[in-house]
């Protein structure tokens, strides 16, 4: 029960963030010089000062600042984010229509990184010093150290092009019409490059975090406690360890859930994934202001919801952290 | 003899290359009884804790049994395999630590952890081990058992936790009970109840308590049999009062010499000075913040009003949470108060600004708790010392050979000056923090226990040159202490604080022979071997 007050608490605390990044938003339009109509304007080749005026009126640029801004607002939490003139479609639909391959993509590499980093942390900490240990250690460094595009590139020339294992590129064969399950295992055959790509770094990050924290509990007092007990050393490493050791990795992760977002529109671009790093980036390739601070408002929102569910998992898993 | 339960035979534990001797423990020989508790007692780096460890195997990596066996139950437990360790550990030699606040597993519930015991070694069923567990609380006198099993330890108070571990460790009625300084982080009248509680079932059971100690009050109060470690070498051991009554070993009789007596030494009578710093109506509150409902509001200083006299010692005695370290922050103006006035030497300070403050602090200066973390690792003990002075304007050269000298005076040698902290020990650490808080020739020291984290002998060597310094230099001190022996040695007077507030200030002859408040007498009944104390006392005043 205190938990879900607690996570009321957060929640509530996000509204003003919402509402923060809403502001900067519209502020960041008004930076750019110029507006809306005397983009069109300048588009449409040749119009005349009325043209540009009459735009004007049309889009509600001749009003103050403030009404503007009220205005503003009031969309925005209709999920009414503008209309993309280059796609010739509502912002809020575009942006809708990219989410669900991105919330894959990322969903996808951050689980398992967090996962996998994980298992491999206590692998490497309970084999310390050991060959296995060490193997990680390398294998932890070389991911780091690995840029993403070109870990991209090499997957695709490796995987795709000598071994013809995986498709280069894409979210679906669309052309095979694949129905069930074997539509949702060819996106699984497509996932498996970018969510490598994306995840392999933070793979490697949580691998080292975690072997450095289990390596912290492993001096704690509670488990000379469980081991006096008479409790066997597996019993001790999972039923005991393995969550105290895995809160600051969590913890680092759900800052880090930020980051992942940018990485994307690297990978998603390497791979032409159908997600709203593509979209982002075409939308800047094209100057499409409405659609990149749409992209810029969903991005936030993303993060900040799946702060929440960090801070949700956290909580229920530290008795400690109360409201 | 046939009711010996542990056999510790010529055990000696070898140290890996590089530790400061050989062996933590060398040629030990020690038998256990049944119904018996046995003090091993030693101070800081004798080998105590890990002669207890090596029992259960569980020293820590790289330290090792080298010779010598511990004969338990017909099996020689330095030879025992893990398996044949695992079914001993919990089930027939149980274990307790000194901080049970970092012994418990934070994420697990009291009632999960003590169950665990019961799962590991015997086929009971869930309902009756919940069952089993809520039993044991209850044995261990914990109120509300039911409620304390769904408890995690945060939520518990340290004597509840430590309870919580008695209970875990006795789960299964162990032979041998080892007991590793277990009271040493509580308060005292805590340290009382559990000292009781532990013999009181280490009785009706009749198991065998090893039980570690540096506190010979402790040893006074709960020991059947004594063994005194010095260096990792067994330099006395016998039954409890052959040892404190008529200690044959140089070691023990120097141990015993320097446990501070429950007695107020004579003293000079002092003319009454002119008071150097006041504390009046001091109030300060901490409120727990909360974005809706009420916070809770923790009162720390509930209008405390004291005076510091010129040339006087004012102990404040209480226990963690009176608000003694509190009030002695508040009056040197490292924490701000609510309400109320600090007065220093005739000047009200209680809200100067901080860059206002500066004349002022060279007038009264600080000696901290711990010696290892008030020094900077980084900063050489001349620097540490200097520093100081330089910032109150005084030329380098004048300030380091300032800080020279005042190395002599705390009983150090000058060449300690170009050495870094961590070269030193922990009283040589205290000597240097001494002689860091004179270098700005203060009126008014204040010293928040300064001796809690010294070993006896080195206590009463700091508390020695304390006092001298005080009265070469005609310096009041403020004297913040949990330990009322302490207190009784080296205070003028005593203000006894509780809750934020100050229930007795006497002086320190009429509150050791008449304490008025009951929470007075309660600590005076408290004080580890009281009772020993006294009788000692008797001895020393014919």
Request: overall charge neutral; proline content about 5%.
């Amino acid at each position: 029960m205190r938990r879900w007050r607690y996570f009321g608490y957060r929640l509530v605390f996000a509204l003003p963030v919402v509402f923060g990044i809403l502001v900067l938003n519209f502020f960041l339009i008004q930076l750019a010089p110029g507006d809306a109509a005397s983009v069109l304007a300048g588009e449409s080749g040749a119009a005349s000062p009325e043209y540009t005026a009459l735009l004007r009126e049309k889009f509600g640029l001749d009003r103050p600042l403030l009404e503007q801004f009220l205005a503003y607002i009031a969309n925005a939490l209709q999920f009414n984010l503008g209309y993309s003139f280059r796609n010739d479609s509502p912002v809020f639909e575009l942006i809708l229509a990219r989410l669900g391959p991105t919330l894959l993509l990322m969903l996808t590499a951050f689980g398992a990184a967090l996962g996998l980093g994980t298992a491999l942390g206590v692998l490497a900490a309970v084999a310390r010093n050991s060959w296995r240990d060490a193997l990680i250690s390398v294998i932890t460094l070389v991911c780091y150290a690995t840029p993403v595009f070109w870990l991209g590139l090499m997957l695709i020339v490796v995987f795709s092009v000598n071994l013809n294992w995986l498709p280069t590129s894409g979210f679906e064969n669309i052309a095979e019409g694949y129905e069930g399950w074997e539509r949702w295992v060819d996106i699984g055959r497509h996932l498996v490059m970018p969510g490598t790509a994306l995840g392999l770094f933070y793979l490697a990050l949580y691998t080292r975090v975690m072997r450095a924290s289990m390596l912290e509990q492993t001096g704690m007092d509670y488990v000379v406690t469980a081991r006096a007990k008479g409790q066997t050393e597996g019993r001790i490493v999972f039923g005991h360890m393995l969550r105290n050791a895995f809160l600051p990795v969590l913890t680092m992760a759900g800052v880090q859930a930020g980051n992942l977002i940018g990485g994307s529109v690297v990978v998603e671009t390497v791979f032409g994934w159908p997600g709203l790093g593509t979209l982002a980036f075409n939308a800047l390739q094209s100057r499409d202001l409405n659609l990149l601070l749409g992209i810029f408002f969903m991005s936030a929102c993303l993060v900040v919801l799946i702060n929440l569910a960090v801070e949700l998992l956290t909580i229920t898993l530290d008795p400690r952290i109360q409201a | 003899m046939s009711d010996a339960v542990l056999d510790i035979a010529d055990l000696t534990i070898g140290l890996p290359p590089g530790a400061d001797r050989a062996s933590a423990v060398q040629g030990m020989n020690l038998v256990l009884r049944a119904g018996e508790v046995t003090c091993l007692v030693g101070e800081s780096g004798s080998g105590k804790s890990l002669a207890a460890r090596a029992v259960l195997g569980l020293l820590p990596p790289r330290v090792g049994v080298a010779a010598g066996s511990i004969m338990f139950e017909g099996q020689d437990l330095t030879k025992a395999t893990p398996a044949q360790l695992a079914k001993i550990r919990g089930a027939r030699i149980g274990m307790i630590f000194q901080e049970p606040m970092t012994a418990l597993n934070p994420l697990h519930s009291i009632g999960r952890q003590i169950e665990e015991v019961l799962s590991i070694h015997t086929p009971l069923d869930r309902k009756a081990r919940r069952d089993k567990v809520v039993a044991l609380l209850a044995d261990v006198h914990l109120p509300e058992p039911a409620r304390i099993a769904r408890s995690f330890p945060h939520q518990l108070s340290g004597g509840q936790r430590q309870r919580a571990m008695i209970a875990m460790a006795l789960a299964l009625d162990p032979k041998l009970l080892i007991a590793d300084e277990p009271t040493t982080a509580l308060d005292v009248t805590t340290q009382a109840q559990i000292l009781h509680l532990i013999h009181d079932l280490q009785r009706s059971h009749g198991t065998a308590v090893l039980f570690i100690t540096h506190d010979f009050g402790v040893v006074a109060d709960i020991a059947d049999q004594v063994a005194v470690l010095q260096r990792g070498v067994l330099v006395e051991a016998g039954p409890r009062d052959a040892v404190l009554d008529n200690p044959q070993h140089p070691y023990t009789q120097a141990l015993l010499a320097a446990v501070p007596r429950l007695v107020v030494p004579q003293r000079a009578p002092q003319q009454p000075g002119i008071v150097m710093l006041e504390s009046i109506k001091a109030r300060k509150e901490y409120r727990q913040r909360a974005l809706l409902g009420r916070g809770r509001t923790t009162v720390a200083l509930d209008g405390v009003s004291v005076a510091l006299r010129r040339g006087e010692t004012l102990g404040l005695v209480g226990e963690s949470g009176s608000g003694k370290s509190t009030l002695a922050r508040a009056m040197t103006r490292l924490l701000s108060i609510d309400s109320g006035d600090i007065v220093l030497d005739g000047d009200e300070i209680t809200r100067t600004p901080q860059r206002l403050m500066r004349p002022h602090r060279q007038k009264i200066q600080m000696i901290f708790q711990d010696p290892y973390a008030s020094l900077n690792p980084r900063q050489k003990v001349v620097d540490v010392i200097a520093e100081g002075p330089i910032i109150h304007g005084l030329p380098r050269a004048e300030a380091e050979a300032r800080a020279r000298e005042l190395l002599g005076l705390v009983g150090l040698d000058p060449s300690a000056a170009d050495r870094f902290p961590h070269e030193f020990s922990g009283g040589q650490r205290q000597r240097i923090g001494i002689a860091r808080a004179l270098a700005l020739r203060p009126q008014v020291l204040v010293a928040d226990e300064p001796v809690s984290a010294l070993d006896v002998s080195v206590q009463a060597q700091v508390l020695a040159l304390l006092a001298d310094i005080k009265a070469r230099l005609h310096l009041s001190l403020l004297f913040v202490t949990h330990d009322l022996r302490v207190a009784l040695q080296i205070c003028d007077r005593i203000a006894v604080m509780r809750q934020g507030a100050i229930v007795e200030l006497a002086d320190t002859a009429d509150i050791y022979h008449a304490p008025q408040h009951p929470y007075t007498k309660a600590l005076f009944a408290a004080v580890p071997g009281a009772a020993w104390l006294q009788k000692e006392a008797a001895h020393a005043a014919p």
